[in-house]
């Protein structure tokens, strides 16, 4: 994972009580496992064999809130991503969590693919599947059914909401999202975000989480 590092200074005397900023060290976001042990909280970056010491300074402690509700026993560990900012101080290197975006105890986890994609969202009650990409958005209303592709997503804000529009030759699908908790419980999941799908006069309420395919709206929470 791309990450900004601190590191000790050592260019003064005194320089060694705090750690030294590197040009890349603005917070970012992070993907992985994350799990709590004897020795800790601890979190594994994806397709990376560190395991690295996490501080968890989401607002609630989210996080380790997020682990209690879905790993199920201690030292289990699950799929999280949050915004933060990794130092590494005395040969100890550090994650400092943030901001909580998703956490999943199930589910491909750091085998999803998201670099086409700007938003996922679903659902099971009643079952619904929807992905945003660059110029279209990908809606299945069924579980074995073939996704129905309508053109168009670019994203507005509006009303603290990211909305966007897009069709097919005969019907509109507008989407909303708002940064709401939201709990799929079916999929043991905790997101950050909600989307309202509107189609073809039906209304549908899912959890969602944000691709690499940038930029991600920063909405009010």
Request: aromatic share 8%.
């Amino acid at each position: 994972m791309r990450g900004g590092r601190l590191w000790c200074g050592i260019l003064l005397a005194s320089a060694c009580a705090l750690p030294r900023i590197t040009a890349a060290a603005d917070a970012q976001i992070w993907r992985g496992n994350f799990l709590v042990a004897k020795q800790g909280a601890l979190f594994n970056p994806c397709r990376s064999s560190e395991r690295l010491v996490l501080d968890d300074a989401t607002p609630g402690r989210a996080l380790e809130a997020a682990y209690r509700a879905l790993a199920r026993r201690r030292g289990r560990p699950i799929f999280v991503e949050f915004t933060g900012l990794r130092t590494d101080t005395a040969g100890t290197a550090t994650i400092r969590a943030t901001r909580f975006e998703r956490a999943q105890a199930d589910g491909p986890g750091c085998g999803e693919d998201l670099d086409a994609v700007r938003l996922r969202a679903y659902g099971f009650n009643p079952f619904i599947q929807l992905e945003v990409r660059a110029d279209s958005v990908f809606l299945r209303r069924r579980p074995a059914s073939t996704p129905t592709e309508y053109a168009g997503a670019a994203l507005r804000i509006e009303g603290g909401e990211a909305r966007s529009e897009s069709a097919t030759a005969d019907a509109v699908l507008r989407l909303r999202v708002r940064a709401k908790t939201c709990r799929e419980t079916l999929s043991s999941g905790i997101f950050s975000y909600q989307a309202l799908i509107e189609v073809d006069g039906e209304r549908y309420a899912s959890c969602a989480y944000w691709g690499k395919l940038g930029p991600i709206p920063d909405l009010p929470r």
